[in-house]
């Protein structure tokens, strides 16, 4: 028999987990052609989310439980779910039930179909705030016209594949990892799943506003270097203004048109557009050192604390 696992990374989730585990226990049970394990993820949660993760791992010998150490955020947690897991098709699920477990079968049914990453794409999102939505559709912009890589649009981590991509993605290294952004870069045979995105069933978002940032640049420096490069035209631009100033100066002097003398203003807005510019540079370029150091120390991505397998 074939065997189905899902990941799903937790932090923080009492008001939800126990509703999700039951949900995609019921489904797992109707899926009379497959096996299946669920791997539940603590990521390092501060409330009551890993003695409900226990009691239900006691009661059903098919769900597996890792706890990290301190929160080591989603990414992380998903990651070290896709090492565990030993399913022929992996499903990754969020564990707020905003990604409507009741679908697995149909994504199963298109992997029966030889797809390989099948990925939720989001028709309607549904209770999250016009902030989110609009920043959302900025970063994908952006990250779309910078990476070479086309990574689709509505799309989060809620997807199924393969055990051979689980096999690339667990070979990969790095650190500070876009799982998203991975998944459409290894290529196979992709094919996207549309669905409705529900309200989050309980709680408060585990994304705040820093990890949301954190999470677009890991995904923008992580798959371009167009930003570093974005300097040197900056540079020939700054060149070319300092030239034309430079021939206006000497035009002005030799006919004495204007007495340019009086320069307060034209130096202050130069000094104080360039330090930005200089300044600015010099953070996007620490970005990407910043992931070089975070690499070269080889620190694992997540402490394991407790696993019940
Ligand atoms: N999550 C996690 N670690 C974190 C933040 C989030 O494991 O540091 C989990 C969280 O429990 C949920 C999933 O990642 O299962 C997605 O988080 P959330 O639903 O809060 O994000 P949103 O849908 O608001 O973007
Ligand atoms: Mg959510």
């Not at 990941?7 to 226990?25: A, G, S």
């Not at 920043?135 to 981590?157: C, H, Q, W």
């Not at 993605?169 to 998944?183: A, S, T």
Request: glycine content about 6%; overall charge neutral; proline content about 4%.
């Amino acid at each position: 028999m074939k065997k189905v696992s899902i990941i799903v990374p937790c932090y923080n989730e009492e008001e939800v987990i126990e509703q999700c585990v039951n949900r995609l226990e019921a489904v797992c049970v109707s899926l009379e052609k497959y096996e299946y394990e669920i791997m539940l993820i603590d990521d390092g949660s501060r409330d009551r989310t890993l003695e409900i993760l226990e009691t239900l791992s006691e009661n059903n010998p098919c769900i597996k439980l890792v706890s990290f150490s301190r929160n080591f955020g989603h990414q992380a947690a998903v990651t070290c779910g896709l090492k565990y897991v030993t399913g022929d098709a992996v499903i990754i699920i969020d564990a707020d039930l905003q990604d409507p477990p009741e679908l697995i079968p149909q994504m199963l049914q298109l992997w029966e179909e030889g797809n390989e990453v099948i990925y939720g794409k989001r028709k309607v999102r549904k209770g999250e705030s016009a902030f989110k939505l609009f920043t959302a559709k900025m970063f994908y912009k952006t990250l779309n016209a910078l990476s070479d890589v086309e990574i689709p649009r509505d799309t989060g981590d809620f997807r199924l594949v393969d055990r051979k991509v689980v096999d690339t993605i667990n070979q990969m290294p790095e650190h500070n990892k876009f799982l998203r952004g991975l998944f459409s870069w290894i290529g196979y045979k992709q094919t996207p799943f549309e669905y409705e995105r529900q309200e989050r069933a309980a709680g408060k978002t585990k994304y705040p506003l820093n990890k949301m940032l954190k999470l677009a640049t890991d995904g923008i420096v992580g798959f371009s270097t167009k930003p570093l490069r974005l300097f040197g035209t900056l540079g020939l631009l700054s060149v070319l203004v300092s030239f034309a100033l430079l021939i206006y100066a000497m035009i002005s002097y030799i006919w004495k048109l204007n007495d340019l003398s009086a320069g307060w203003t034209s130096i202050m807005v130069a000094i104080t557009f360039f330090a930005g510019v200089q300044l600015l540079s010099i953070w996007i370029m620490a970005e990407y050192i910043g992931r070089i150091y975070d690499e070269s120390k080889k620190r694992p991505e997540y402490i394991i604390a407790k696993k019940n397998f």
